[in-house]
């Protein structure tokens, strides 16, 4: 029995040890990408403002910082997700099409699809927020009661779908690269999940024949 104890005791101090070192990861590489974005949305404000005289070269630099700006953001919301921050989530991905906004076209595919990427996860994330709970996106405060979380969900859904539909032209047409191609299939799924969110929290919300 003693045998036994000792090596539960064993198995429960290496179980924890490998909690810690898997969190010391998360906060490690939110580290990292919290840090690469601070760089890069320095370097696009500086490239947009620096005026000098190859203008072509700060334009390209700017998008190119605007770009991995966006990267590091839709990363950092996808870290938010799987700590179930959803309200900061929001904000990262909000911050990734905001980038993306700023930056202009043209995208390429692995571009549309990580804007593809941060409008569901957004989505998804306005559905899995508590209800009691406050969304920052951007400037506003969104209360995240069923009624406004819904109508965001929606709209960015509507948005990533218009964007997915594309991508998936070009999927039939056979111009996308493979690693597109797996992107467009995994978008898809996500997508599908994030309206089968919406429509399952739509059977749960009130109407106003629920309520004469």
Request: charged share 30%; aromatic share 4%; hydrophobic share 40%.
């Amino acid at each position: 029995e003693e045998a036994e104890a000792a090596e539960d005791d064993a198995s429960a101090a290496a179980a924890a040890e490998d909690d810690d070192e898997e969190e010391d990861d998360l906060v490690l590489a939110w580290k990292m990408l919290d840090q690469a974005r601070c760089i890069y949305a320095k370097h696009s404000e500086d490239g947009a403002s620096d005026g000098g005289s190859d203008g072509a070269s700060d334009g390209a630099s700017r998008r190119k910082a605007l770009s991995e700006w966006a990267r590091c953001c839709v990363q950092l919301g996808d870290l938010n997700v799987d700590q179930e921050f959803w309200g900061d989530a929001i904000v990262e991905y909000d911050a990734c099409v905001d980038a993306y906004e700023r930056r202009g076209g043209p995208f390429d595919a692995k571009e549309t699809s990580r804007v593809i990427a941060a409008l569901v996860g957004a989505a998804t994330a306005y559905l899995r927020h508590p209800e009691d709970g406050d969304v920052v996106a951007g400037k506003d405060i969104v209360v995240a009661t069923p009624d406004k979380r819904l109508p965001n969900a929606r709209d960015l859904l509507t948005a990533a779908q218009t964007k997915l539909n594309a991508l998936l032209l070009q999927l039939k047409d056979e111009t996308l690269a493979d690693d597109a191609k797996a992107d467009v299939c995994h978008l898809t799924v996500e997508l599908q999940a994030a309206l089968d969110l919406v429509a399952a929290q739509d059977e749960q919300t009130p109407t106003a024949k629920d309520h004469p």
